[in-house]
């Protein structure tokens, strides 16, 4: 583990960087390799929609971010962080996939003149569902939703997109379907070290939602493991290791594949995934909120494949 226990997300704090609009002051991972980690609960007016990890890499010839935010306010909080650490300019924000916490700060990052890159799918699925996402973030963030836009990404790419800016080698990735649409991660292979987003899940649950595919998650995850990372940025909660992550992960995805397949076996119904016991993984955080939604929908899907 990156960081000790007594520095981990306390959910019974609202807000740990009550001078920002950030839940958490960026904190550097690794050199040249920061992180603002996010709220591992669900977004709420108090974490300002910032329940994802908010990365960024400093090089001598410009900045890289990794998810641009929840709404245009945040992207400019993480700025302003930026700029106390650099005046490198942020040249390149990569999002980690559709969702609105990843892709609704891109209207702020354009006016920096920053390039906006994003997995082709992810691209083609905020387009169709970000005024649906930008109707829920303003309903939550209010006056924090001040300027936010449906802003698509400038580029795209399908497979991987290679960048050498100021000595440091950063690649993104898609590895295959996974958590959600278009899901990518950041490899810095000479410092080891992956931002993951929501290819790895540790300290809150991993969702399941009605569109993640299982079966090809494990399969991307395998491709997610042969990079070898030493260090993993998660989508959400600390920075860990891969041993952590693939417990979490990989080993919870076999769990309730193995557990929903018996109960298809045995002829038990849906009501009874929805009873699976998954005690083992109660302590991580959104478990009450996606332990029974996550069986159920693996269930639906088992029982057609």
Same mark, same amino acid.
């Given at each position: 583990m990156l960081f000790s226990a007594n520095l981990l997300a306390d959910q019974s704090i609202a807000d740990q960087y009550p001078g920002s609009l950030l839940y958490s002051k960026p904190v550097e991972v690794i050199p040249h390799v920061w992180s603002a980690i996010g709220a591992t609960s669900a977004p709420n007016y108090a974490n300002a929609g910032h329940n994802n990890n908010l990365s960024f890499i400093v090089t001598t010839d410009g900045v890289v971010v990794m998810n641009s935010g929840a709404t245009y306010l945040l992207a400019k909080a993480l700025h302003d962080e930026i700029r106390k650490i650099t005046e490198q300019p942020v040249r390149y924000v990569f999002v980690e996939n559709a969702q609105g916490h990843a892709m609704l700060g891109n209207g702020y990052w354009k006016?920096?003149?920053?390039?906006?890159?994003?997995?082709?799918?992810?691209?083609?699925?905020?387009?169709?569902?970000?005024?649906?996402?930008?109707?829920?973030?303003?309903r939550i963030n209010k006056e924090q939703g001040k300027d936010t836009r449906v802003v698509l990404p400038t580029e795209t790419f399908s497979d991987s997109k290679v960048l050498e800016l100021g000595g440091l080698r950063i690649e993104a990735h898609w590895l295959?379907?996974?958590?959600?649409?278009? &899901?990518? $991660?950041? @490899? !810095?292979p000479a410092?080891?070290?992956?931002?993951?987003? =929501?290819?790895?899940?540790?300290?809150?649950?991993?969702?399941?939602?009605?569109?993640? &595919?299982? $079966?090809? @998650? !494990?399969?991307?995850?395998?491709?997610?493991?042969?990079? =070898?990372?030493?260090?993993?940025?998660?989508?959400?909660?600390?920075?860990?290791?891969m041993a952590q992550v693939r417990r979490y992960t990989r080993d919870y995805l076999r769990f309730l594949r193995a557990a929903v397949s018996d109960l298809l076996e045995d002829g038990e119904d849906l009501q009874a995934a929805y009873e699976l016991d998954q005690s083992q993984f109660s302590h991580l955080h959104t478990f009450k909120q996606l332990a029974a939604k996550n069986a159920g929908r693996v269930f639906e899907q088992m029982e057609f494949e």
């Open positions: 006016e920096q003149g920053a390039t906006i890159i994003a997995h082709t799918t992810a691209a083609e699925a905020f387009r169709k569902s970000g005024a649906t996402a930008l109707q829920s973030t303003l295959g379907l996974a958590h959600s649409r278009g &899901d990518i $991660v950041l @490899w !810095l410092q080891r070290l992956v931002i993951s987003g =929501d290819m790895a899940f540790h300290e809150r649950l991993l969702p399941v939602f009605p569109y993640t &595919d299982t $079966v090809a @998650w !494990l399969e991307s995850w395998e491709r997610f493991e042969a990079l =070898d990372a030493l260090y993993v940025i998660p989508g959400h909660g600390h920075p860990t290791n």
